[in-house]
């Protein structure tokens, strides 16, 4: 695989084996998903991996630690959920202006490659953090979208909000790939 870096005093192509990946984790269908979909990545390419998800998901962690049984070169890191499930628009600010803040370190700390989301409420913050870290020229963090299968006519809120920062948004069904949704890349079997 090859990942271009540009450097101020010259262009240069660098070859890199394995590709530092943060995959976003969300309660329920978001983690099945998920885990449909790395089933089908080789994981010696995309390593270290380092998994995130809410500290109230207890389910995605079993999940991934079930995925990754025969492998060594991962890490589950947890952060606080952005909103809860039935939590009111109002409350879920602050949390997310937490689950923002918990963000910064980890992008920090980790600096990914590559940033892989299929829509949970989580995957914003991180989303965002690693946008601005890009316009700052922190990193040059890849950020895919893939939004959920249960999407058929509209995107998700999340899908909404991240349209235009994301470098790619992958949506499974035709309709998301019209006019209204440009950017989005219609994947089919």
Not at 57 to 78: A, C, F, G, P, R
Not at 121 to 150: A, D, H, N, R, W
Request: hydrophobic content about 40%; glycine content about 4%; aromatic content about 12%.
């Amino acid at each position: 695989m090859i990942l271009c870096t540009f450097r101020k005093e010259q262009k240069q192509v660098v070859h890199v084996d394995r590709i530092k990946t943060i995959i976003i984790l969300g309660s329920g269908g978001h983690t099945a998903e998920m885990i449909r979909i790395l089933n089908c990545l080789n994981f010696k390419n995309y390593s270290p991996r380092i998994y995130v998800h809410a500290d109230t998901d207890v389910m995605s962690k079993e999940k991934v630690k079930d995925l990754e049984k025969d492998n060594t070169d991962y890490k589950i890191i947890n952060i606080r959920r952005s909103r809860e499930i039935h939590q009111s628009y109002y409350t879920s600010v602050y949390t997310t202006i937490c689950a923002t803040l918990e963000s910064i370190p980890l992008l920090w700390t980790e600096c990914p490659d590559l940033v892989l989301c299929n829509g949970p409420g989580i995957c914003v913050p991180l989303c965002i953090v690693t946008f601005l870290f890009k316009i700052f020229c922190i990193t040059q963090t890849t950020i895919i979208f893939i939004e959920s299968f249960c999407r058929v006519q509209t995107l998700s809120l999340s899908g909404k909000m991240l349209y235009y920062i994301v470098d790619y948004l992958f949506v499974q069904w035709p309709a998301l790939s019209k006019p209204m949704y440009k950017k989005s890349i219609y994947l089919y079997e």
